[in-house]
């Protein structure tokens, strides 16, 4: 989609500066990173940050920091859009399962967000026996790593919404919501491991 796609929520020159300065940064140190590990060079980012205890320790930190940003910033773009006004099927069910609501959901995860102390993410995560939960991580953390499966995620690095939302968290996660594409995101979670 377009830098403007998401206006008013998200403007423009945040999503132009997020994807193609903050995302792509992680993307050339990662590749810094792996230089000269040819052992590595086949697997996927998501590979490497799930599997990131069997990393050599001289880069350990580097993926974990590089490419869980990759990981988590390719995993976000397409949840964002503006398909669906929530969630249905095995998603709606699991959402309503754990926290009773679609609301309770809600506000649940803004809570996780706002708790978020300096950089990172709250998410909605699938746990391996099929459940839901809400977590957060700090800085470029993933939950892949933990073995859960990112579903929904809200970026609360100040990158992601300073330009427009500058220090009001709140207003910027309230908008994300406005954005989630619910389409999206009920299909990845329907997706067999």
Do not use: C
């Amino acid at each position: 989609y377009a830098y403007d796609a998401l206006e008013p929520s998200f403007d423009a020159a945040t999503m132009h500066l997020h994807h193609d300065k903050h995302h792509q940064a992680y993307v050339n140190n990662l590749n810094i990173a792996v230089a000269g590990h040819s052992d590595l060079a086949g697997k996927t980012v998501n590979e490497l940050v799930a599997g990131l205890s069997s990393i050599p320790e001289a880069i350990r930190k580097a993926v974990q920091n590089q490419g869980g940003g990759h990981a988590n910033h390719s995993f976000w773009w397409p949840t964002l859009g503006k398909g669906g006004a929530a969630p249905v099927g095995e998603l709606a069910k699991a959402i309503d399962a754990k926290f009773g609501s679609l609301t309770a959901f809600q506000d649940n995860l803004t809570d996780a967000a706002m708790h978020v102390f300096g950089s990172g993410w709250a998410w909605l995560v699938k746990m391996p026996d099929g459940t839901v939960a809400i977590e957060s991580t700090a800085n470029q953390d993933s939950p892949l790593t933990a073995g859960h499966t990112p579903v929904v995620g809200i970026d609360v690095w100040e990158h992601a919404y300073y330009l427009k939302y500058q220090n009001k968290r709140a207003d910027y996660v309230k908008a994300f919501f406005t954005v989630l594409n619910w389409d999206y995101v009920t299909g990845k979670f329907a997706e067999k491991a």
